[in-house]
C-alpha cells in the first residue's frame, strides 16, 4: 500500500493544529486550470482557490489566492499592495522563490512568509481548498483558520466576472 503523500503545507497545518481535508484530482497536464481540478474534485468554482506569485516594484513577492474562474487585476492588486505596478513572477522563477512549481503553489509553507492577499469572497464559505503544494491534491480547510495561519488580508483584487 503506498505511504499517503504529505506535503510541507500539511505538515504546517497538522503543527498549528489545523484540519484540512486532501482532496485528490487526477492530474492533466494539458489542463492545469483550476476549472478541471474544481470539477474533478466536486466542488463550485468559487470554493476552489488558485495561488499566483506576483512582485511589486515597491514591496517584492506577493501571494494572492482567488477562485479559479476568476482572474487578477493588476491595476486593482498594485493599488492594494501600496505599489505603481506589480508583474506575475515568471514560471521559471517559481520554484526558487516559492519552493512550489506551477500547477502545485500552495500559499501554506513557501520558502519565506510573502504579504498574502485572499479574494474577499472567500468569507462567503465557511471552508474553501486551496493547493496542498504538489500537483494531485487541494485542500479543504476554514476560510478564518487560513486567514489566521497566513496572517492575509481579504480584498477584491478581481477583474469583474464575465
Same mark, same amino acid.
Given at each position: 500500500?503506498? +505511504?499517503? @503523500? *504529505? /506535503?510541507?503545507?500539511?505538515?504546517?497545518?497538522?503543527?498549528?493544529?489545523?484540519?484540512?481535508?486532501?482532496? /485528490?484530482? $487526477?492530474?492533466?497536464?494539458?489542463?492545469?486550470?483550476?476549472?478541471? %481540478?474544481?470539477?474533478? %474534485?466536486?466542488?463550485?468554482?468559487?470554493?476552489? &482557490?488558485?495561488?499566483?506569485?506576483?512582485?511589486?516594484?515597491? =514591496?517584492?513577492?506577493?501571494?494572492?489566492? #482567488?477562485?479559479?474562474?476568476?482572474?487578477?487585476?493588476? *491595476?486593482?492588486?498594485?493599488? #492594494? =499592495?501600496?505599489?505603481? +505596478?506589480?508583474?506575475?513572477?515568471?514560471? *521559471?522563477?517559481?520554484?526558487? #522563490?516559492?519552493?512550489? @512549481?506551477?500547477?502545485?503553489?500552495?500559499? %501554506?509553507?513557501?520558502?519565506? !512568509? &510573502?504579504?498574502?492577499?485572499?479574494?474577499?469572497?472567500?468569507?462567503?464559505? $465557511? *471552508? %474553501? /481548498?486551496?493547493?496542498?503544494?504538489? !500537483?494531485? @491534491?487541494?485542500?479543504?480547510?476554514?476560510?478564518?483558520?487560513?486567514?489566521?495561519?497566513?496572517?492575509?488580508?481579504?480584498?477584491?483584487?478581481?477583474?469583474?466576472?464575465?
Amino acid at each position: 500500500m503506498p +505511504k499517503p @503523500i *504529505k /506535503t510541507n503545507a500539511m505538515r504546517q497545518l497538522d503543527a498549528a493544529r489545523i484540519a484540512y481535508e486532501p482532496k /485528490t484530482y $487526477e492530474v492533466d497536464e494539458n489542463d492545469l486550470s483550476g476549472v478541471h %481540478i474544481a470539477e474533478q %474534485i466536486g466542488l463550485p468554482f468559487e470554493r476552489t &482557490f488558485k495561488t499566483l506569485v506576483a512582485t511589486g516594484d515597491k =514591496t517584492g513577492p506577493l501571494v494572492f489566492c #482567488l477562485p479559479v474562474h476568476r482572474e487578477i487585476d493588476l *491595476k486593482k492588486a498594485a493599488a #492594494l =499592495t501600496g505599489n505603481k +505596478k506589480i508583474e506575475m513572477v515568471h514560471v *521559471k522563477d517559481l520554484l526558487a #522563490l516559492t519552493g512550489y @512549481i506551477r500547477g502545485g503553489c500552495s500559499p %501554506i509553507g513557501m520558502k519565506k !512568509k &510573502f504579504p498574502t492577499y485572499v479574494h474577499s469572497s472567500a468569507l462567503d464559505h $465557511e *471552508k %474553501i /481548498t486551496v493547493s496542498a503544494g504538489c !500537483k494531485g @491534491i487541494q485542500l479543504l480547510l476554514s476560510v478564518r483558520e487560513l486567514l489566521a495561519f497566513l496572517n492575509a488580508q481579504t480584498a477584491d483584487f478581481c477583474l469583474p466576472e464575465a
